[in-house]
């Protein structure tokens, strides 16, 4: 079996690392920046804290922040018109997984215009060019998107989020700074840590898993353990914001490569019919899905239940591997997720439309254990 393992070309990690960003954009040539973040983070001013590093150094940059939290073919349609209006040649995104996901389709379809349609993309599009180079700072630690093949679009006529996998539109440079993750609020820290936390265990167990990418995600298990509730309870605590920021991204290199399972495969119609935030809903139904999934997966709990501090060392393989399940679960209580999907808003009647989707998810294949659609009915409705 030939495995494949795709990196950013360059990263930079550690706090205040964005002062790295002009050199970076001098390296790849470039000279106009077309800056893609959110309103919410202009006016709490996180954005500024990179666009002051533009400012000093005299680089030319427009903004664009038309931007939904969970992006849509709409977002990327005015992202794309933004970028040639403004004359840009290097996408710098600043913040989570929705401003990351613009800025690739964007640099996507620009540099491969035969994908204009934007839901051509979904799946594994077979592009030919590079994407327009994009930097890309996270403002949260959990969705990878810096150092990922993947994005996530909406399909706004179909209700459906498309996943999008393409090596053409990795960033080329990954600049992991902590000080832009300090305000973010807690529900959103534990939101996106859950997520990452997701990433680590379904990156793991998945049916791509190999020894490259075992070993990335079991250190990211073990550091999201670690630095998730003090980035929660501290969120201006250094060690905290960095372990996480570090842990989030090593966990996306290796998922990148791998590929995801089942829960992610049940989240994205989650967000996509009832824009309910990524990360919950992956915290929601991680703990019932890897109980799904024990059967397949026994040795591998016992070592995630190790990796979170579980001693394991009287236990039976069986009890060590609920002993992961119960330890992730303890962890995402910890944080405050909500503990089912009632609280979200979700009511059987919505059961089937959201199964229909899960069990046509690209992520669902996957998964360790073969699923059906009654299968994923019966988990949606075991947490209602």
Known sequence: MINR????????????????????IARLGKKKVMVVTDKGLIQFGVAKQVTDVLDEAGIEYSVFSELK?????SNVRLGIDAF?????????????GSAIDTAKAVGIVVANPEFADIVSLEGCAPTKNKSIPIIALPTTAGTAAETTINYVIIDEEKQKKMVCVDPNDIPAVAIIDAELMYSLPKSLTAATGMDAMTHAIEGYITKGAWVMSDMFEIEAIKMIANHLPTAVSEPSNPEGRNGMAIAQYIAGMAFSNVGLGLVHGMAHP???????????ANAVLLPTVMEFNMPCCIDKYGKI???????TSSMTKEEAAQAACDAVKALSDKVGIPSNLTALGIKESDIPALAQQAIEDVCTP?????????DIVAIYKSLL
Do not use: Q, W
């Open 305 to 311: 239940a190790e990796a979170m501090g579980v001693d």
């Open 69 to 73: 939290p969970n992006p849509t073919v």
């Open 84 to 96: 040639k209006e403004c004359g840009a040649d290097v996408i710098v995104a600043i913040g989570g």
């Open 366 to 374: 996957g998964n360790p254990r073969e699923v059906t659609y009654d």
């Open 5 to 24: 393992f795709i990196l950013n070309e360059t990263s930079f990690f550690g706090p205040g690392a964005r002062k790295e960003l002009p050199g970076a």
């Open 270 to 280: 989650l967000g996509a019919l009832f824009d309910i935030p990524h990360g919950v």
